[in-house]
């Protein structure tokens, strides 16, 4: 198992692409990169700041002022976002940053800056991306595309356990309510909207575990590596 690949992984919010991510990255020692984390760090700097949408468009310079890292923690055995040098990993998750990071997401600008980064993050090959347009438009040569979907319903249930879990109280409606205008969202927006690439695998885990769904997951990976090291 010589060759590296590029692994795309799309669909739609709270699909549990990142810890789908994260357990292939784990599996085959790939690095694992949250996108979705990085628009969310931009939607965070952009509210602390006061900085409007419109402001953002007229003035893109402001963009040159946000440095996101991803950092160890060795602790929790994950990498957590770093905002200019500031741990905003739990800050970037709760519902004053979900509710404006979409419209922050249409953003040309904010789109075309986000997407050199990734791009930068997956040269060496090695990376296990997952957002909305990674099998599209950050990696369109990915060697593997997984498009994850599953129903809103149960999507919201997941997410408000995850949030619950992280001592984040919120009520399940509004979770749903927030998802489904988030899929509304990111499907109709002019810039990248998310559709799948032509070439993706579509994985639906509405009735999947987790552990069902990185074992198919890695078959595939696996499959892809072996081609290319044939
Ligand atoms: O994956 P997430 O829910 O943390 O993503 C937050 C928002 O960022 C989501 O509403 C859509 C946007 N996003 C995007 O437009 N492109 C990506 N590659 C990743 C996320």
């Not at 979770?175 to 990248?192: A, C, G, Y």
Request: net charge neutral; aromatic share 6%.
């Amino acid at each position: 198992m010589n060759s590296k690949i590029n692994i795309a992984i799309d669909g739609h919010s709270s699909c549990g692409k990142g810890t789908l991510a994260k357990n292939i990255a784990k599996e085959l020692g790939y690095l694992f990169i949250d996108s979705g984390a990085m628009y969310r760090a931009v939607t965070l700097y952009l509210l602390n700041e006061g900085i409007t949408l419109t402001e953002l468009e007229e003035d893109p310079a402001v963009l040159g002022n946000i440095k996101i890292e991803f950092v160890y923690n060795s602790e929790k055995k994950f990498y957590e976002t770093h905002l200019n040098q500031e741990n905003v990993e739990n800050e970037i998750r709760n519902m004053r940053v979900s509710r404006f990071v979409s419209p922050v997401s249409t953003i040309k600008v904010v789109r075309d800056f986000l997407v050199k980064k990734q791009q930068e993050m997956g040269q060496n090959k090695g990376v296990v991306m997952d957002g909305r347009d990674i099998g599209t438009v950050v990696f369109p040569d990915a060697e593997l595309k997984i498009f994850m979907t599953a129903s809103p319903e149960v999507r919201a249930k997941r997410r408000y356990e995850e949030l619950s879990k992280k001592g984040i109280h919120i009520n399940y409606q509004e979770v749903l309510h927030n998802i489904r205008e988030r899929d509304q969202m990111d499907s109709t927006r002019k810039e990248s909207p998310l559709r799948k690439a032509e070439d993706a695998i579509t994985l639906d885990n509405t009735s999947m575990t987790k552990q069902e769904q990185a074992k198919i997951s890695l078959q595939w990976a696996k499959g892809v590596i072996a081609a290319l090291d044939e």
